[in-house]
């Protein structure tokens, strides 16, 4: 009986399992029959395409901008192109002034005489420019109206004029350096605030804040941002080592010049005012 029983559980196991191994056949005939993947199917997009063209690039950026964020851009370069002419022209022009200060010692204050040292002294140059300009006031004081200025006076005001020349020369260009470094931060701010307006026009348009329709008026205006301070902070910083170094020039002519004003006073002795002093003792 437990035989009979037994066999009969087998055969209801044996049916139940029969239709599931139909039902597989077809599956490992499709897997059989899969088509294997194309060579390279499972690589990345990257790997098989070397170079992809970025859509939010500088490139992009000038291509689709309009004339607004084009300008801006514009300004911001002619600004930048600028400040970095006039800070290399200031630079050799300072250097330049402090070789002549240190030829002063050797070719002026060691001459015979006035005139020999200005003659020594380059032509063109400030030092020559001061020199000529107190000895010209020295030997061409006639005139009524000049005889009733006393000639140290009118020295002292031939040669400060000079110096205040050479002055305002060196000054030049850094008026440039201070309104690029004040003005390009808020230049490339515009561009942002327009790169903005792009951006959620964009997204008025499209209905909906999808990331491909902000995503190059917001590249735009980060861009613009950054332009604008790398147009700034090199001119702010040059303008600053300017000044410095006009006011070591300046402290340097000032010396020759009221040097040379008691060389004048003097009598036109060219020897300086302290070694003039050591010799008088």
């Known amino acids: 009986m437990k035989c009979h029983r037994l066999a009969a559980w087998i055969a209801a196991v044996l049916i139940a399992l029969l239709p599931m191994a139909h039902a597989a056949a077809p599956a490992d005939d499709a897997k059989v029959s899969a088509p294997a993947p194309p060579a390279g199917a499972g690589q990345d997009v ?3 395409k070397e170079v992809v063209e970025n859509p939010y690039g500088l490139e992009a950026l000038w291509k689709g901008g309009d004339f607004v964020s084009r300008g801006t851009l514009i300004i911001l370069v002619i600004m930048s192109m600028g400040s970095w002419y006039i800070m290399f022209v200031k630079v050799y022009e300072q250097s330049k002034l402090f070789r002549q200060a240190r030829s002063i010692q050797s070719d002026f204050w060691k001459a015979a005489s006035l005139q020999e040292g200005v003659q020594k002294l380059k032509a063109g140059t400030a030092f ?3 020199a000529e300009s107190g000895l010209n006031a020295s030997t061409h004081h006639e005139g009524k109206l000049l005889e009733q200025i006393d000639l140290n006076t009118w020295v002292t005001m031939s040669i400060q004029r000079a110096v205040d020349n050479v002055s305002s020369r060196l000054q030049d260009g850094l008026a440039f350096l201070a309104t690029v470094g004040s003005t390009a931060p808020f230049v490339g701010l515009f561009g942002t605030v327009w790169g903005i307006y792009h951006a959620l026009t964009a997204i008025g348009i499209a209905g909906q804040a999808s990331i491909d329709k902000v995503a190059g008026p917001v590249g735009e205006a980060l861009i613009m941002t950054a332009f604008g301070l790398a147009v ?6 040059g303008y600053n ?3 410095r170094r006009n006011k070591s020039a300046l402290e340097l002519l000032r010396n020759f010049g009221a040097d040379l004003h008691m060389v004048l006073m003097s009598g036109g002795n060219v020897r300086r005012p302290a070694a003039a002093a050591a010799a008088a003792r």
């Open 241 to 243: 080592w300017l000044v």
């Open 128 to 130: 020559r420019y001061i």
């Open 46 to 48: 990257g790997t098989q």
């Open 232 to 237: 700034a902070v090199p001119a702010v910083l």
